[in-house]
């Protein structure tokens, strides 16, 4: 007979199938399952692991027909409430996988029930009486070894040091822990993330900073808002070198005087060690409190370790990229988000979030504050201020009026007049290298990423040379005398001669990072110059190293992507070339414009941050651009406002929220054919549900192809983001897609065409 009465909970499994079943709690784990508790539970004739989500819930079929949780696999909760109620609604509004979530939010050691990471340590938990001992020893001679054993010890030994001496078995220790003798605690490997290497060899001025009066006043607003305890959003609005750490700082600080926790984000660890360190060394200041760093690059134990550290409270600020937003913290009370424009926040693949909004909403469920801050803001946030949503507060100077560089745009249509040629690096910015680098000040030089691209085009009759998989041209690296493709990593030798009309005026056209470095060394020989792209991120030391000899001088010259341009603070760079500002403008991509000109800002940004004043030269075909103006006067009220009427008249975001639906297969006429089927279905339910939402599409996509698989989308603007998506998943019930086509939605995705 089964008893009713039982707790009852709701799982979330993690067995590949997004749905929702109920258990009945036994007695023995009474009262011992609380929400967000990772537990074991049946399904059929096996088992799976299962996070509950809510305790005390009416079950859908009669109780007596519910099965039992069979054990509860984690000492703690491995989600906070928070959490839970976050996944809710990013399933509703992303429309993404609830088990993508979690795989993003609890590490995997967690995850597979394994705390294989900590090593099992065993001590003496109670000393035996004369006749106990003696009971012991007649009545398990076993027992009775290993307690003498862990007796002449004074310190806890492993578990598995015991066991390989004694030759004894888990089993024995088991009885004698099961009795108290023996106490088993889970100690930690010492390798714990928050002495993590990215902030060390970083240099951090532990000098007393005085706020200046914006720095103070936008302090004391932030602070007026965590006493308050309400959810409030500040956006930071602050000119490069303003200053704005130093508020991040004043705020965490406040924080966690109050008893909360905080969450920091940046676009990437790795590229912003500078803010972890300025982080490390205020909090060392004081002492107690601990950070924990995340990033990509982390091991499994050292992720278990930091996450431990935040899901204990023993640490209660954590440091890191978007996933971070995922730390098990309790009681947050501010999440600051560092360059909030950044499209790094967005994620790419399952579970596509992003990485700000998803900070704004946890920090509305935590009553907590979120604090944006940037010099060149989101348009996104830009408009949340203007309707009133966030507040704004300004920071107009650079700190020590120190002044903004002087940007300089170099018309490069003329340049390629005079030389009759292509050309990299324009007289006068080879004529600014050489002048600073007399005067021993430092360089940098950014090629925008997107830009690297220097494939191989024939004169004689137009070819270019593309991937055979992907529609896109392939890129020449001088290495290894190879064409790669950047979206596969195909690769091919260079040829010689055109492929299709034999001729051999076939050339490399455009500029790469390997090809600006080779032209500056001929500009100044005697210069050290290092390269820093993507080849040298994957290395995290590598990494680190550059920047640590190009503070201390022993470089002269950088040469990088614009992922060079976040964040960076070096007091000795007084020339900052942007080589080539084009190709950012020619992507199609509605925000082609905003990318820009955040761009030409952030990279002028690393220019005279120190006490000498510095340059900025831009190079560009198309000097009369709009965000390349705007960009010159590093004018953000005039290119927002502007860049806001044609966003205003095509009812684009931030007016509307763009979802973008990306249905891709080996057939195109397939592919084409279902998305067309699809786009009828979509329409007829917007209509009949009478539903705000404009249906654009199919198309192909701009990049029609990749590793063979052809590419359409659709898109779907509308502000009703979650009932289109509820409605999006109803259709899909009984829409059937062909097996080899796939399709995934992307909620205000950050790259499009
Ligand atoms: P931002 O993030 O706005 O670009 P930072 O926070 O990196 O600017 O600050 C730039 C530099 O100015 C840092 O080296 C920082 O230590 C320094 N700084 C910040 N505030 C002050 C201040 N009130 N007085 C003097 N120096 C400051
Ligand atoms: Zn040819
Ligand atoms: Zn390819």
Request: glycine share 6%; aromatic share 6%.
């Amino acid at each position: 007979m089964v008893k009713t009465g039982n707790q009852i909970v709701g799982v979330w499994p993690l067995a590949g199938f997004d749905k929702i079943l109920h258990y009945r709690v036994p007695e023995h784990l009474a009262g011992k399952i609380p929400a967000g508790a990772l537990v074991k539970v049946p399904v059929g004739h096996r088992f799976t692991l299962a996070v509950v989500y809510r305790v005390d819930v009416k079950a859908d079929v009669p109780e007596s027909r519910l099965k039992s949780i069979v054990e509860a696999i984690y000492p703690m909760p491995v989600l906070t409430p928070d959490m839970v109620n976050l996944i809710n609604w990013m399933v509703s509004y992303y429309g993404c996988k609830r088990e993508s979530i979690i795989e993003a939010m609890i590490p995997s050691a967690v995850r597979l029930g394994k705390s294989a990471l900590m090593e099992k340590t065993l001590s003496v938990a109670k000393k035996l009486k004369k006749e106990e001992l003696a009971q012991l020893e007649k009545r398990a001679p076993a027992q009775y070894k290993v307690y003498q054993f862990l007796l002449q010890e004074r310190n806890p030994l492993k578990k598995g040091v015991v066991i390989g001496q004694l030759k004894t078995s888990a089993a024995v220790i088991k009885s004698l822990v099961e009795k108290g003798i023996i106490a088993e605690e889970a100690e930690r490997a010492e390798r714990v993330a928050y002495d993590d290497e990215f902030s060390k060899g970083e240099h951090v001025s532990s000098q007393a900073i005085t706020l200046n009066e914006e720095q103070r006043s936008a302090v004391e607003s932030v602070n007026k808002s965590l006493d308050e305890a309400a959810f409030v959003v500040h956006l930071l609005q602050g000119v490069t070198g303003s200053g704005k750490t130093e508020v991040y700082l004043n705020a965490l600080q406040k924080a966690l005087d109050m008893g909360g926790s905080v969450i920091f984000l940046v676009p990437e660890v790795a590229l912003t060690p500078q803010t972890v360190g300025r982080l490390r060394s205020k909090l060392l200041e004081q002492g107690t409190n601990k950070v924990v760093v995340w990033h990509s690059l982390l091991s499994d134990g050292e992720r278990l370790d930091g996450w431990l550290a935040l899901a204990r409270g023993e640490a209660r600020v954590v440091v890191g990229a978007r996933s971070a937003i995922f730390a098990p913290l309790q009681n947050v009370k501010l999440i600051i988000v560092d360059e909030e424009h950044e499209p790094a926040y967005k994620q790419d693949e399952q579970p596509r979030y992003h990485g700000r909004d998803v900070a704004v909403y946890r920090a509305m469920l935590n009553k907590a504050v979120c604090l944006l801050g940037s010099a060149t803001p989101s348009l996104e946030s830009h408009l949340n201020v203007t309707n009133g949503k966030y507040l704004v507060n300004h920071l107009t100077k650079r700190v020590d009026d120190r002044k903004l560089p002087l940007i300089h745009v170099v018309d490069m249509r003329r340049e390629i007049m005079k030389r009759r040629g292509l050309l990299t690096i324009s007289d006068f910015l080879a004529e600014k290298i050489r002048e600073r680098h007399e005067k021993r000040e430092q360089i940098i030089l950014f090629i925008n990423r997107r830009g690297y691209s220097k494939s191989m085009i024939c004169q004689e009759c137009g070819y270019v040379a593309e991937c055979r998989h992907c529609s896109v041209a392939m890129t020449y690296h001088r290495t290894d005398d190879c064409l790669h493709c950047h979206m596969c990593g195909a690769e091919k030798k260079a040829p010689y001669h055109c492929p299709e009309c034999k001729s051999d005026a076939i050339r490399r056209r455009g500029i790469g990072t390997q090809k600006v470095e080779e032209v500056v060394q001929q500009i100044v020989p005697s210069a050290r110059i290092v390269r820093m792209d993507a080849d040298a991120m994957r290395k995290k030391n590598l990494f680190r190293e550059i920047l640590g000899d190009f503070r201390t001088g022993k470089i002269d010259i950088l040469v990088g992507t614009q992922m060079l341009a976040k964040g960076l603070d070096f007091p000795n760079v007084t020339l900052v070339g942007l080589v080539d500002a084009d190709i950012s403008l020619h992507t199609p991509d509605f925000r082609a414009n905003e990318r820009t000109f955040q761009l030409m800002v952030q990279v002028a940004g690393r220019s005279g941050r120190g006490d000498l004043s510095g340059e900025v030269v831009v190079q560009t075909f198309t000097p009369h651009a709009m965000p390349i103006q705007f960009g010159r006067q590093a004018d953000v009220v005039g290119f927002s406002e502007e860049e806001m009427s044609i966003r205003r008249e095509f009812r684009y975001p931030p007016y509307r929220h763009l979802v973008q639906h990306l249905i891709r297969g080996p057939n195109p006429d397939k592919v084409s054919f279902l998305a067309e089927q699809w786009a009828k279905k979509v329409t007829a339910a917007i209509a009949e549900q009478s539903l705000d939402v404009e249906l654009r599409g199919p198309v192909p996509c701009a990049i029609e192809k990749i590793k063979d698989s052809y590419r359409f989308q659709i898109w779907y603007f509308t502000n009703q983001v979650t009932r289109l998506v509820a409605l999006l998943s109803e259709l899909q019930k009984d829409f059937i897609w062909s097996d080899d086509v796939t399709h995934v939605l992307d909620v205000d995705p950050s790259n499009v065409g």
